[in-house]
């Protein structure tokens, strides 16, 4: 209840008892409070006129790394003689050092300026307004004002940095880049042998091949190296991803999927993400640094949600993906997953997936009896056996134990062999 | 500062009450006065700031009541006097409570306490020159002037009302 109310609501009881019972006595022991609305009435202040800058140290950091906030408020009307300023923090973020809150006299025409440090966990944060509320000394009247003061923070997943890897789609794009494209043509890998045609450089004949031809040459052949077109599908179910005891998934598939998007983007592929939780959230494919930027954007602010529409991935939008392309799926599984994932072998997409183990890791926070022994090897043997189903179906699928580290893991399974390795057939 | 200041209001209200209405002869309720100043200094440090809205409804209807009964007007002022600057004290100690370490809130203070000096010294002053000057007649310009005067008051009470 505002103050002036309850003072005003005293005030007049007592004049009105004052008057009814007829004793000036009553209308004096108002008088304190009379004295007191009214100076407070008359020193109430104006509606603020304020205007606030705002500025980060960093507008794109990595998880619990400190961003210090300076802003800058600017009183353009009277003097407020007391000022309550609260910069309203995005939920998730949490102040390391300073303060958010103060309270101060602001004259007309003064600034004042404060800083404090926040930092927070992966997502993406909108700073929006500073809320302000202004009274006089005795609080009887007073006014809240938001002054606008936009700012973002994106706190980005930590990137690995993957050497390379090793991914065969069966259409590639126009343009060289490192997977092999299924043509012969300049490359490294031997492709095949055929006759030697004017322009070809004479290194490239094969005279082992030509010998046993007296009228032809023949010359070598390689497999043209190519860019490709990439989609990454990060599975943000909450059924596959959150477990007891308020453990997840998620962050450990955020990262790999930003991993694989960083390298696949180095190599120079086209890079498309979609993010399947309650909602999709597409990334439009593209190249470079700035894709590479959309996609850690779009990874800073992907949840998880319970869905009944997505609760299984039948309604991936295949549509989105070009055809024949290369979908990754960065996924915990579950068991009704393989068809839909078979159906989109089905329509030509070469479909990878990379699989956190969901066993392994609840596990790892489970007792170690001998009933969850028990029931974990179960579970194990069921995903063996749609891992099985999965390579049957030509999906190449790969189970990461999330306790190893990413970029090992890719090493020891996606990684190119070197060139003396490849060369001998291994 | 605000502290002591508030811890003095309160017994300033709480006290002048007891000591107005052991002056009447009422003793029995004397020492609920000094109740409610115990029971108001917990809750404000505890921060149930609330009560101190319900503590100042209490000590005006207690100084009312001893209005009723005649007990002397001068402690039953100061009473109200010091349960208006209890309260006033309070909610200024609940927001200096929002204050960052590095906010000068030294000079807050101290301009608070000005400006509640005027209040109380001004409130005080005129309510002892209404209960000992008595003016016989009054001129009816004077009269009108009183009644538009609170007919304003209460338009504006009405609309502050409203407005919440």
Known sequence: MPRFILLGLLTYGLLLVGILTVKGEFIALALPLVTYLLIGYLQSPEKPQLAATRHLSLERTSPNSNVDITVTLTNHGTTLEEVLLTDILPVGLTVRSGFSRHMLTLQKGESYTFAYTVAGPRGGYAFDTLEVKANDQLAVISSRVRVETKGR???????????????????????????????????????????????????????????????????????????????????????????????????????????????????????????????????????????????????????????????????????????????????????????????????????????????????????????????GRVVHMERAMLFQKMGRAG???????????????????????????????? | MTIIALALSILLGTISLAVGYAQGGAHAYSIWFLVLAAVWLITHFRKWYWFSSLALFLVISAAAFGVWQEFSTVWMLLGALGGLLGWDLSDFARRLSYAAPMDDTRRLERLHMERVGIVAGLGFGLALLSVFIHVQRLAFEVAVGLVLLAALGLTRLIIGLRKY
């Open chain 1, 395 to 426: 999906i190449h699928a790969l189970d990461w134990d999330v306790a190893e580290p990413f970029d090992h893991f890719v090493q020891r399974r996606l990684g190119r062999s070197p060139f003396w390795l490849r060369a001998i057939g291994r």
């Open chain 1, 153 to 375: 923070l994106f706190v980005l997943p930590p990137v690995t940095r993957l050497r390379s890897i090793a991914i065969r789609p069966r259409r590639t794009r126009v343009y060289a880049g490192t997977i092999p494209a299924r043509a012969g043509g300049a490359g490294t890998d031997f492709f095949g042998v055929r006759e030697y045609q004017p322009g070809d450089p004479p290194r490239a004949i094969n005279w082992r091949t030509s010998a046993r031809h007296l009228d032809r040459l023949y010359a070598n052949e390689f497999q043209q190296e190519r860019v490709a077109d990439v989609a990454i599908v990060l599975d943000g179910r909450l059924r596959t991803n959150e477990f007891a005891r308020g453990h997840s998934l998620f962050e450990h598939s955020v990262q790999a999927a930003a991993s694989l998007a960083d390298a696949l983007l180095n190599q120079g592929n086209r890079v498309g993400m979609l993010v399947y939780a309650s909602y999709l959230a597409w990334t439009l494919p593209g190249y470079g640094k700035i894709q590479r930027e959309r996609i850690l954007h779009a990874l800073a602010n992907a949840r998880t949600g319970d869905s009944q529409v997505f609760s299984d991935l039948e309604h991936i939008p295949t549509r989105l993906f070009p055809p024949e392309s290369q979908i990754i799926m960065v996924s915990p599984l579950s068991d009704d997953d393989f068809v839909p994932l078979m159906q989109l072998r089905a329509q030509g997409y070469d479909v990878m997936i990379i699989s956190p183990n969901p066993v392994k890791f609840e596990l790892s926070y489970l007792p170690a009896d001998g009933r969850t022994q028990l029931a």
